[in-house]
């Protein structure tokens, strides 16, 4: 088929990261190619919650590290969160539908090999470490990432 699927995912919040994921997924089932950008918000879906340290990190690093989301499992809803109420039942229904949760969609992703890649500038700016993201993610500037959307057939803005 040669088709290839480039997602930006700037967003930080559990079901828009899962509605990624799930077009990423299903885009590789059928054979086409897919990349994620990861910028700003979006790197707390490929943060490693065992790797995030606050060793050599600034004031504003260790703040940006202590009040935000170590990883997918911690990441809040876009709407309706109440303080965790609203995706803990989001959770309870998908559970009840027998459908795969965030964190099984990321695993099935990086299974699929399909490719990570971390905003470079982003990955400055919020203070992480190469080490904290997961071993597949490849750390990029926005140059590389504007030739890779540009040779997909499918840019998608998450």
């Given at each position: 088929?040669?088709?290839?699927?480039?997602?930006?995912?700037?967003?930080?919040?559990?079901?828009?990261?899962?509605?990624g994921?799930?077009?990423?997924?299903?885009?590789?089932?059928?054979?086409?190619?897919?990349?994620?950008?990861?910028?700003?918000?979006?790197?707390?879906?490929?943060?490693?919650?065992?790797?995030?340290t606050?060793?050599?990190k600034?004031?504003?690093?260790?703040?940006?590290?202590?009040?935000?989301?170590?990883?997918?499992?911690?990441?809040?809803l876009?709407?309706?969160?109440?303080?965790?109420?609203?995706k803990?039942?989001?959770?309870?229904m998908?559970?009840?539908?027998?459908?795969?949760?965030?964190?099984h969609?990321?695993?099935?992703?990086?299974k699929?090999?399909?490719?990570?890649?971390?905003?470079?500038?982003?990955?400055?700016?919020?203070?992480?470490?190469?080490?904290?993201?997961?071993?597949?993610?490849?750390?990029?500037?926005?140059?590389?990432?504007?030739?890779?959307?540009?040779e997909?057939?499918?840019?998608?803005?998450?």
């Amino acid at each position: 088929m040669n088709k290839k699927m480039n997602l930006l995912m700037f967003s930080g919040e559990y079901d828009k990261a899962m509605a990624g994921l799930i077009l990423a997924n299903s885009a590789r089932e059928i054979e086409v190619e897919v990349t994620i950008f990861f910028a700003f918000w979006g790197l707390f879906l490929v943060r490693d919650p065992e790797k995030t340290t606050l060793e050599d990190k600034s004031i504003y690093e260790k703040l940006m590290d202590v009040m935000t989301p170590k990883g997918p499992e911690q990441l809040p809803l876009s709407r309706m969160n109440f303080s965790g109420l609203g995706k803990w039942m989001l959770e309870e229904m998908i559970e009840d539908q027998g459908a795969p949760k965030l964190i099984h969609f990321l695993k099935g992703a990086r299974k699929k090999n399909i490719k990570f890649y971390a905003c470079k500038l982003s990955v400055e700016i919020m203070g992480f470490k190469p080490e904290e993201l997961l071993p597949e993610v490849e750390i990029i500037d926005a140059a590389t990432y504007l030739k890779d959307a540009l040779e997909s057939d499918l840019q998608l803005f998450i």
